[in-house]
């Protein structure tokens, strides 16, 4: 459609139909904008992929949800932001499920990852401790806390240094505790 908006021409072959030498006329000015709806995750994932705009998820009132609506609704969000190479605003959807999920450790390590990601050390070292007390045996988890207090002893100096450093090994020592094949 992209290239089609632009005029042309194009050549395609797909599943559903084909394009031999595609022209549109006129060329719309200004050019369309893809409003990609879905209410699955991969919906989600396709509108931030290929959209410039979800068409549903901007259009609910969040707060007229019931709380896990809610929460299901920022994890929506937040894989069209992050598809769509909006960080930024998908950490801020993260941190609304996190905070709905304060118990879930996958809310709370897709949240400390996102954070990572962003390099807020301090959100990601906070939402991974509290994925990794939630999930002790999960080795994902506790290697992704352990990188992340290596980064942050990293950045510090003095006994703070120390203090991260000794955090990480404790994390690393789980997951080789707990992995034969570490």
Same mark, same amino acid.
């Given at each position: 459609l992209r290239r089609l908006f632009g005029g042309g021409p194009v050549d395609f072959e797909g599943r559903y139909y084909r394009l031999d030498d595609a022209h549109a006329f006129p060329t719309p000015e200004p050019r369309p904008r893809i409003i990609v709806g879905g209410e699955t995750t991969v919906g989600a994932e396709l509108a931030g992929r290929y959209g410039d705009a979800v068409g549903f998820l901007s259009k609910i009132d969040a707060s007229t949800l019931p709380g896990d609506a809610q929460s299901l609704l920022s994890e929506l969000k937040a894989v069209a932001l992050a598809k769509s190479g909006q960080s930024g605003q998908a950490l801020i959807e993260l941190r609304k499920v996190a905070q709905?999920?304060?118990?879930?450790?996958? %809310?709370?390590?897709?949240?400390?990852? +996102? *954070?990572?990601?962003?390099?807020?050390?301090?959100? %990601?070292?906070?939402?991974?401790?509290? +994925? *990794?007390?939630?999930?002790p045996s999960d080795a994902g988890i506790q290697s992704a806390y352990a990188k992340v207090l290596s980064h942050k002893a990293r950045t510090?100096?003095?006994?703070?240094?120390?203090?991260?450093?000794?955090k990480a090994v404790s994390a690393s020592q789980s997951v080789v505790n707990q992995s034969a094949t570490y």
């Open positions: 709905a999920k304060p118990n879930d450790a996958q %809310a709370q390590y897709q949240y400390g990852t +996102a *954070a990572y990601n962003e390099n807020d050390l301090d959100t %990601a070292i906070s939402a991974l401790e509290k +994925a *990794a007390r939630l999930a510090v100096r003095g006994d703070s240094k120390l203090s991260y450093y000794r």
